[in-house]
């Protein structure tokens, strides 16, 4: 009896809490939807933070407290696992993005067996890093590491880098035309149906500034410019992780 | 005792066994972070966060020490960041150091509102702004300058303290700021001084301009006098809530 009454109070306590998380929800989502004017909110969930939901927002996390009053922006941690929370749930929603983005519209440098792991990267014809990354292309393929390149010239639509991507894209071999690009010939002038223009969206969705912008089979970005010993690394760490955090 | 019992079972499940603010962060870095060293911890206006201050930076752990957020937060009701707002509270003591016998001031009538500017003579971002500098005061702003000359300008703080030490420093900044040369006069100055507090409170460009509560405003509103008088307004109408 002594028991049930303590089991009671601690229900007391703890059912109106219950009650006010249902209607949270609704009045978080509208604090988000004010801030970002606009914008979609492209998900809306609890977040691990306790009194928290969490909305993402183009290639953005907010976390939100239940009452809508308060909205952080910014990397979570958890500090016990040492994992980048915020980077792990932008992971989801790029894999997302990124997994139905088909082959046909890559420029895929494959091994010659079944590659062990994939990569995409966005690249621009006119930036060093991506050019320094291209000349290691026959050291990762040898370790077993597949690179799709999708275009992402920074200046945007309408410069030469665009200009020049779409060209390389038009080649007829286009492995062949991207390698002597990147090796710094100026490709010859072509047009041609192309997703270079999609494939810049793409990457503006899924937080591309700058490049290369390197993304492992999680969705996770985990470059910049990377040696075949660093990018195996990161790989093999990707890989050795939990699914689920 | 069988209440004592029941209690001591609720204090666990409620988590009460208390660890102070100080502890609970300092694990928290202990772990992500170990060479992070936290110099001061104080509760947040965000629910369920301590704000950890680690440097000129401010970092918030949630108060069971499991998250770690290196972000900002906006209040949704004022629209303003609070995290810039509570960064701006803990720099208003260090900036309270630099009084306005150190600084360089030029004021309305009447002014409505203050700021502070670090300036630097060598910086066109500077000059553009105090070429507009009667339109700040006629729109009821004071403005307040602070030298800090930035060392990819070299020789720039000899022409702050050539400045300081003319006769009218009012009239030899404006002749600075248009290109003038300021000369190579030398006295008793607070440029090294200023300089130093701008560092260790994080500001390391120019020209920052703060409001009179300490928050930095952004360049696209402060070189603008219109947008800044607006901006100014707002933030007077719109004090962060305080704990």
């Known amino acids: 009896m002594k028991f049930a009454v303590i089991a009671t109070l601690a229900l007391s306590v703890f059912v109106p809490v219950a009650q006010a998380a249902d209607n949270s929800e609704a009045t978080a989502r509208a604090s988000v939807q004010k801030l970002i004017k606009d914008n979609k909110i492209e998900a809306f969930e609890k977040s691990p933070i306790p009194g928290y939901h969490q909305a993402v927002v183009g290639s953005q996390l907010l976390y939100v407290s239940d009452d809508g009053r308060y909205i952080l922006q910014g990397t979570l941690y958890d500090a016990s696992a040492k994992v980048d929370l915020t980077a792990k749930r932008l992971a989801k929603v790029n894999v997302a993005k990124l997994d139905s983005y088909p082959d046909s519209k890559r420029i895929i440098f494959a091994p010659k067996t079944k590659p062990k792991y994939k990569v995409t990267v966005f690249t621009d014809i006119d930036c060093g890093y991506c050019r320094k990354m291209h000349s290691h292309i026959d050291e990762y393929n040898a370790r077993g590491i597949e690179v799709d390149y999708l275009f992402f010239p920074r200046s945007g639509p309408g410069t030469p880098s665009f200009a020049k991507a779409v060209s390389v894209w038009c080649a007829k071999d286009k492995r062949k035309a991207l390698t002597e690009a990147k090796a710094g010939a100026t490709p010859a002038p072509l047009q041609c149906d192309n997703p270079i223009a999609e494939e810049y969206q793409l990457g503006i969705s899924v937080g591309v500034d700058g490049t290369p912008a390197v993304f492992a089979p999680d969705g996770s970005r985990i470059g910049g410019y990377l040696t075949p010993d660093q990018l195996q690394a990161q790989l093999e760490r990707v890989a050795a992780e939990k699914p689920e955090a | ?243």
């Open chain 2, 1 to 243: 005792m069988r209440y004592l019992l029941g209690f001591i079972l609720l204090l666990i499940a409620f988590n009460v066994v208390a660890a102070t603010p100080e502890e609970t962060v300092q694990t928290a870095f202990s772990k992500l972070a170990p060479q992070v060293k936290v110099d001061a911890v104080q509760e947040s206006v965000v629910p369920g966060f301590y704000e950890a201050l680690i440097g000129s930076q401010l970092i918030y752990v949630s108060k069971d020490g499991r998250f770690v957020l290196d972000g900002s937060a906006i209040d949704a009701n004022s629209q303003r960041d609070i995290t810039e707002a509570a960064r701006a509270k803990n720099r208003l003591a260090s900036l309270k150091q630099i009084g306005p016998d150190k600084r360089i001031i030029f004021a309305p009538e009447n002014p409505k509102y203050s700021v502070t500017v670090f300036t630097d003579i060598d910086c066109p971002f500077c000059r553009r702004f105090h070429q507009q500098i009667d339109a700040y005061n006629k729109a009821g702003i004071a403005v307040e300058y602070i030298f800090l000359p930035l060392d990819i300008h070299p020789g720039a703080d000899k022409k702050a303290e050539a400045v300081w030490c003319a006769i009218d420093r009012k009239l030899a900044f404006t002749a600075a700021m248009n290109g003038a040369d300021p000369g190579t006069a030398t006295c008793v100055n607070p440029v090294a001084e200023s300089t130093r507090i701008a560092h260790a409170i994080g500001i390391s460009g120019t020209p920052t301009m703060l409001a009179s509560d300490g928050s930095r405003i952004a360049p696209q509103i402060s070189l603008s006098p219109e947008k800044l008088a607006v901006e100014l307004e707002h933030i007077a109408n719109n004090p962060v809530a305080s704990r």
